[in-house]
């Protein structure tokens, strides 16, 4: 496991992730340092309850996972596509969660305007890492484009891909019509 990790270094990917926790981590805290004044009402909480929450999820999408769970883009070799549990509600939940993560961080500065700059950015990339990711596993796994079609990539779908898929964005719950 560690081999595989210190090999995730390589990914520009992962190195782009790790530069994201420097910079939100030492960044935007060293800003919301500076600034004068006490913390604005109610942000260090609500970072506190995104990063529980960010923790939780990572957890449980990582243990859902299992032995395909790999930081960088390119799927492990001998790892099988996950479309249950959490991944029956979302592409990419490690993903969201770090989102949430970065910008519990940012709001940990004491400033809502850090999570509100960090939140967009997050998910602008990760959303850009997952497209890339998504090329490869639509090549290694044939089904994954029908599961595209029906899972939502960052946040769950409200609504169904299309009528004929006939199912509401929950699993296991049939549409009313």
């Known amino acids: 496991m560690l ?8 990914d520009p990917w992962v190195l782009g992730q790790l530069a994201l926790f420097a910079l939100v981590g030492g960044g935007v805290q060293l800003a919301g340092d500076r600034l ?4 604005a009402p109610g942000s260090r909480p609500a970072a506190l309850t995104l990063m529980i929450l960010a923790t939780l999820l990572i957890l449980a999408a990582s243990q859902g996972l299992g032995r395909s769970l ?3 883009v390119v799927p492990v070799v001998d790892g099988q596509l996950v479309t249950h549990g ?3 509600w979302l592409r990419h939940p490690i993903y969201l969660a770090v989102i949430l993560m970065l910008t519990g961080m940012a709001l940990l500065s004491g400033r809502w305007w850090a999570g ?5 950015l997050a998910y602008a990339y990760f959303d ?4 890339v990711e ?7 796994y044939p089904e994954y484009a029908a599961y595209r079609a029906r899972v939502g990539k960052l946040l769950p779908r409200l609504s169904p891909a299309s009528p004929e898929a006939g199912r509401s964005c929950h699993p296991g719950r ?3 019509r």
């Open 134 to 140: 998504e090329r490869l596993l639509e090549a290694r």
């Open 116 to 120: 509100l700059l960090v939140a967009p």
């Open 3 to 10: 081999l595989r990790f210190a090999r995730s270094l390589r």
């Open 128 to 131: 850009r890492k997952a497209a």
């Open 174 to 176: 049939r549409r009313s």
């Open 70 to 72: 790999t930081p960088t």
């Open 86 to 88: 959490l991944y029956a």
């Open 36 to 39: 004068a004044g006490p913390p």
